[in-house]
């Protein structure tokens, strides 16, 4: 067995016992780590596998989270139904910015600033949206109990820390499979070099469609998630630029294009993100913007002496990688 896949079960293995040892606190951190995991897989399938560039992918995020919450606060949908439901509507928004952007020639930087007035239109929209609170916020009903409603996904942190587990790894199952597979190889044939890909037969507008709907589906899921975790929705918060640029740090600096490299980059963003709030917490300090500040250090640092993120560094030194000139669709 290779040493990546034992590597991967030894931490999967952590992470399903990790609850034992963890504090409330600490299990709300993983919950976050966990989350950036997934929407990190979520967005790298896009950009690292496709070479879409996405810097408004908070989009789906609150697409999905609205969707779902309106239907079970309104009409008692269970949210498992309403997941269906969520995921339908960002694979249709994403399918029309798709086919506007590919169709006509709308592609690199201005396809970027596309998703951004996507998500910007969005979040003026439902700021103005009464039937979901509008600015004034969205909010379900928390009824305190000391059982699971796996059902309604009501219970405590507990519940959302394998919720989040699962779709971590199914995030990851998915993308080993897409880079392992067709897909993935024609994904990276039009990130590489897309007229190349067109003149060798691939079928571009297709398969760049699909990634940004897998993309979209995924994330919506986690919306979904992020708005029964929460409880709580507000336009400014959910379809701000900073939660797109939140969910792109992590593949980042982990690295993009790699199964393991959104997992590092989340934990370590994270990580940093937590430090330096208790600190400042502690010190009785406040400096307004000190995370946003803390990611562009990281992020620079990254650049500056990990251009492929942190991941590939430290599978290099640990012979993670295969050695088959295959790159980015390994570990």
């Known amino acids: 067995m290779e040493r990546s896949r034992v590597a991967l079960l030894v931490l999967l293995a952590l992470l399903l016992v990790a609850p034992l ?44 989270a609205y969707t779902a919450a309106a239907l079970y606060q309104h009409f008692g949908v269970i949210p498992w139904v309403g997941m269906v439901a969520a995921v339908a509507v960002c694979v249709a928004v994403a399918s029309f910015m798709g086919w506007l952007a590919f169709r006509f020639g709308i592609g690199g930087t201005y396809f970027a600033l596309l998703t951004i007035a996507f998500a910007e239109f969005a979040r003026i929209g439902f700021d103005h949206f009464d039937w979901v609170g509008g600015s004034g916020g969205f909010f379900l009903k928390v009824i305190q109990q000391d059982r699971v409603d ?67 589906a995924m994330t919506a899921l986690a919306g979904v998630f992020f ?8 336009p400014e918060q959910i379809f701000h630029i900073s939660r797109s640029i939140e969910i792109i740090l992590a593949p980042i600096i982990g690295g993009i294009g790699t199964l393991f490299g959104p997992i590092l980059g989340a934990a370590v963003l994270t990580a940093l993100s937590e430090s330096i709030t208790t600190l400042l917490t502690l010190s009785g300090y406040e400096i307004p913007g000190a995370k946003q500040i803390l990611y562009g250090v990281a992020l620079g640092l990254a650049i500056m002496f990990m251009p492929n993120g942190i991941w590939p560094a430290i599978a290099n030194r640990l012979g993670f990688r295969r050695q088959d000139g295959g790159g980015d669709d390994d570990a």
């Open 21 to 64: 040892a963890l504090d409330r606190y600490m299990l709300s951190v993983m919950i976050l780590i966990l989350y950036f995991a997934f929407v990190g897989q979520a967005w790298n399938i896009m950009m690292g596998f496709c070479g879409q560039l996405s810097l408004g992918h908070a989009l789906f995020v609150g697409l999905g």
């Open 150 to 216: 796996l059902v309604n996904l009501r219970g405590n942190p507990l519940l959302f820390y394998y919720l989040s587990l699962g779709l971590a790894a199914l995030a990851f199952l998915l993308s080993a499979w897409l880079l392992r597979g067709r897909l993935g190889f024609y994904f990276r044939a039009i990130r590489d070099n897309e007229e190349a890909a067109s003149a060798a037969g691939v079928d571009v507008f297709r398969y760049k469609m699909y990634a940004v709907q897998i993309s979209a």
């Open 227 to 234: 708005a029964f975790y929460y409880n709580n929705l507000f």
